[in-house]
C-alpha cells in the first residue's frame, strides 16, 4: 500500500462518522454543551450528574413554562415511563386543586400542563427517576409563585390569573397568562 493510499484510509477512518464513533463520555458532553447553547434560552444546564442528565434549573419562568407545555403536548410516554410520572406527580398535591393531584389535577389548566410536561421530559429525555420528577415538579411550583398555593383557585375563578397570583395561568395553551 502506498503512502497515499494509507493517508487516505487514515483521513476516512478519522472523520467517519460509524466508523470512529465519538466516546460516550465526550458524547455526552457535547450533547450538554448543545442543550446549554441552543436552549441556553429555556433553562441553565449544569454538568452532568452521576446518571449522566443535566439538571435543569429554572430562570425564565414564562419562556419555560412555554417550552413544558410544547414538551407536554409533544413527547408521549410508555407505559413504563407513565407510571413513573404517576408515582412522582401523585403525591403532590395539585397547586390549584389540592383535594386533586398534580397527577390528574381537576382540569388540564396551563399550570398542570407545564408539570405534565416538565415531567415528560425529565422522563423521556432523561430517564429521571420518580424521586427526581417529584422534587424537580415540586421546585418548579414553588419557582413559579413564591408565595405558595391555597389550593383552591380552581374552584373560587383564579384559573385565568397568572401563576404568581395564584391562578393557573389560562385554561388556553396559546394564551398563557403571566
Same mark, same amino acid.
Given at each position: 500500500?502506498?503512502? $497515499?493510499?494509507?493517508?487516505?484510509?487514515?483521513?476516512?477512518?478519522?472523520?467517519?462518522?460509524?466508523?470512529?464513533?465519538? #466516546?460516550?463520555?465526550?458524547?455526552?458532553?457535547?450533547?450538554?454543551? $448543545?442543550?446549554?447553547?441552543?436552549?441556553?434560552?429555556?433553562?441553565?444546564?449544569?454538568?452532568?450528574?452521576?446518571?449522566?442528565?443535566?439538571?435543569?434549573?429554572?430562570?425564565?419562568?414564562?419562556?419555560?413554562?412555554?417550552?413544558?407545555?410544547?414538551?407536554?403536548?409533544?413527547?408521549?410516554?410508555?407505559?413504563?415511563?407513565?407510571?413513573?410520572?404517576?408515582?412522582?406527580?401523585?403525591?403532590?398535591?395539585?397547586? +390549584?386543586?389540592?383535594?386533586?393531584?398534580?397527577?390528574? +389535577?381537576?382540569? #388540564?389548566?396551563?399550570?398542570?400542563?407545564?408539570?405534565?410536561?416538565?415531567?415528560?421530559?425529565?422522563?423521556?429525555?432523561?430517564?429521571?427517576?420518580?424521586?427526581?420528577?417529584?422534587?424537580?415538579?415540586?421546585?418548579?411550583?414553588?419557582?413559579?409563585?413564591?408565595?405558595?398555593?391555597?389550593?383552591?383557585? +380552581?374552584?373560587?375563578?383564579? +384559573?385565568?390569573? #397568572?401563576?404568581?397570583?395564584?391562578?393557573?395561568?389560562?385554561?388556553? #395553551?396559546?394564551? $398563557?397568562?403571566?
Amino acid at each position: 500500500m502506498t503512502t $497515499l493510499q494509507q493517508d487516505s484510509q487514515t483521513r476516512t477512518r478519522a472523520y467517519h462518522p460509524v466508523a470512529n464513533r465519538m #466516546p460516550a463520555a465526550r458524547a455526552q458532553t457535547r450533547r450538554q454543551f $448543545l442543550l446549554g447553547a441552543f436552549g441556553g434560552l429555556l433553562f441553565a444546564c449544569t454538568p452532568a450528574d452521576s446518571q449522566g442528565f443535566s439538571e435543569i434549573t429554572f430562570t425564565d419562568a414564562d419562556k419555560q413554562a412555554r417550552q413544558f407545555i410544547i414538551w407536554e403536548r409533544e413527547i408521549e410516554l410508555d407505559r413504563t415511563q407513565e407510571a413513573v410520572k404517576k408515582a412522582a406527580l401523585s403525591v403532590i398535591p395539585a397547586p +390549584c386543586c389540592s383535594d386533586n393531584s398534580a397527577y390528574t +389535577c381537576c382540569c #388540564p389548566c396551563n399550570m398542570s400542563r407545564t408539570i405534565w410536561g416538565l415531567a415528560n421530559y425529565m422522563i423521556a429525555k432523561q430517564d429521571a427517576d420518580a424521586d427526581s420528577v417529584r422534587s424537580k415538579a415540586e421546585e418548579w411550583i414553588a419557582y413559579i409563585n413564591p408565595n405558595g398555593y391555597d389550593g383552591k383557585a +380552581c374552584y373560587t375563578g383564579r +384559573c385565568p390569573r #397568572p401563576f404568581r397570583e395564584d391562578g393557573c395561568g389560562g385554561m388556553d #395553551p396559546s394564551q $398563557l397568562n403571566f
